[in-house]
């Protein structure tokens, strides 16, 4: 098929959605974006109120792709990125009253007291363990495998509270963290092939790609203005509300409200599975069913802001409480000190993350009990002697991350088969390939590279 014969609706206007449309743009491949909101950029939204700006969807992303990199930079001229302060680099983690920092190397390692002695003596062996034959072998087995139990307690457990807010009893490697599984596949260790990995040479757009932490001047939300001027406002229609698609044996027609209707070539989904029902009526139930079995993390977001910080030192990118301590959230960012201007001068924003996975109940609790649970909490944690913010934000997510379990495998067959059977129709966005911002871009990017070169 020609490019100029090819016609893409791309149903959902979030980063995934957003970036595929950049790529087709840039390609001269016609496409419209439908968006069911009255705004564009998903859970992706900055808010400016009383000298703070804060996020109330994602905080950041990494620049761990080169993909992400490639775009920031070809969107420089419509907004610049921010890249975390020196602090972002120190994770803190908290066990029994005090924080502790994450260790970064081999003194550190040995000093920290997150871990316990014998599982200190036992890294040491790590290398020559024999890797794991299971593909499905949750996080939690693996970690306990190779690295004991206090690593999985007070390194691992965070760390994946942190990016999915799961329970690494449930997430499974080979999905949910698949660099960390290829280290063991690959190499036969996680600390053996790490080393190795940075004695391989690298492609030369890897350079860039630092893993340092990036936001926006002025908030994420200027990413997606970004990406709207770059596409087009006349190509992404807003309000697009019962959206059918229809197979026929030109391709797919489009319709909706307001005598919405078009023909296409391509349709490319970046939307939540409970919506495929009414989007896709031609898909049998079953199938349905195995992208519905997809669970969801409950995340309910509380950013809050001082307008005279005197609290403990915010010099760090923030501090995660692992799941043994038992307490009622999760993590703290220090969003004011990774980045200027979100706060007042001498003033600093705290974004808090609370419920996930082993604790959903959290979710449906009242705003007030919401605010008690913080003044309780950070009044220790923060060491906050007078808990009076200016500031409170609070945004609950029912299905905020998609978590990456043994059925993953079901899932990703059921998205090549049916790609197979509907040619043209392509699945997108977190139910396969990562949560993250980067791992947005990045499969945007090739499922655009996908259509370019049909």
């Known amino acids: ?19 595929i449309a950049y790529k087709l ?20 939204n900055t808010i400016a109120k009383n000298g703070f700006v804060f996020e109330t969807g994602p905080n950041s992303g990494v620049l761990s792709s080169s993909s992400i990199v490639q775009l920031l930079e070809d969107l420089n001229e419509y907004s610049q990125k921010e890249t975390a302060g020196k ?65 999985l307690d007070y390194a691992v457990d965070p760390f994946i509270l942190g990016i999915y807010a799961g329970d690494p009893q449930y997430i499974v490697p080979k999905y949910a963290l698949p660099k960390l599984y290829n280290l063991e596949q690959k190499y036969g260790s996680f600390i053996g092939g790490a080393i190795k990995k940075r004695k391989e040479p690298k492609a030369d757009d890897q350079d860039k790609v630092t893993r340092e932490i990036f936001s926006m001047k002025g908030g994420l939300q200027k990413l997606i203005d970004a990406l709207e001027q770059a596409v087009g406002k006349e190509n992404i229609k807003t309000n697009c509300n019962n959206l059918l698609i229809t197979p026929n044996r030109v391709g797919y027609q489009v319709s909706g409200n307001n005598n919405l209707s078009g023909q296409f070539t391509h349709i490319v989904s970046t939307v939540n599975p409970a919506e495929y029902k009414a989007l896709f009526p031609f898909l049998k139930q079953n199938d349905l069913d195995i992208f519905m079995r997809l669970p969801y993390a409950k995340v309910t977001g509380v950013t809050i802001g001082f307008n005279n910080w005197e609290g403990m030192p915010l010099n760090a990118f923030g ?3 692992p799941f043994k301590e038992d307490r009622n959230i999760l993590g703290v960012l220090f969003m004011s000190s990774m980045f200027g201007n979100r706060a007042p001068e001498n003033g600093a924003l705290l974004n808090i993350f609370m419920g996930g996975m082993r604790k959903p109940e959290i979710a449906a609790l009242s705003d007030d009990e919401i605010k008690q649970i913080l003044k309780e909490e950070l009044s220790e944690l923060m060491q906050i002697k007078n808990f009076n913010p200016d500031l409170v934000y609070i945004k609950r997510y029912s299905k905020a991350i998609a978590q990456y379990g043994s059925d993953s495998e079901a899932r990703l067959k059921t998205i090549a088969f049916l790609e197979q059977k509907f040619p043209g129709l392509i699945f997108a966005g977190s139910i396969k390939d990562g949560v993250g911002i980067a791992d947005r871009v990045q499969q945007a990017s090739n499922i655009a590279g996908q259509i370019i070169e049909g």
Do not use: C, Y
Not at 2 to 13: L, S
């Open 1 to 19: 098929m020609k490019q100029k014969d090819k016609k893409i609706a791309i149903i959902g206007a979030g980063i995934t959605g957003l970036t």
């Open 25 to 44: 743009k840039k390609a001269q491949i016609p496409f419209v974006v439908f968006e069911k909101e009255n705004r564009i950029g998903g859970v992706i």
């Open 87 to 151: 602090n972002a680099a120190k994770r803190l983690i908290w066990k029994g009253t005090q924080w502790h920092a994450l260790p970064s190397g081999l003194l550190s390692g040995i000093t920290t007291p997150l871990f316990l002695w014998k599982d200190k003596i036992r890294i040491l062996g790590e290398p020559f363990h024999h890797k794991g034959k299971n593909p499905l072998e949750n996080l939690s087995a693996l970690v306990k495998r190779r690295l004991g139990n206090s690593f």
């Open 319 to 321: 501090g995660l409480i």
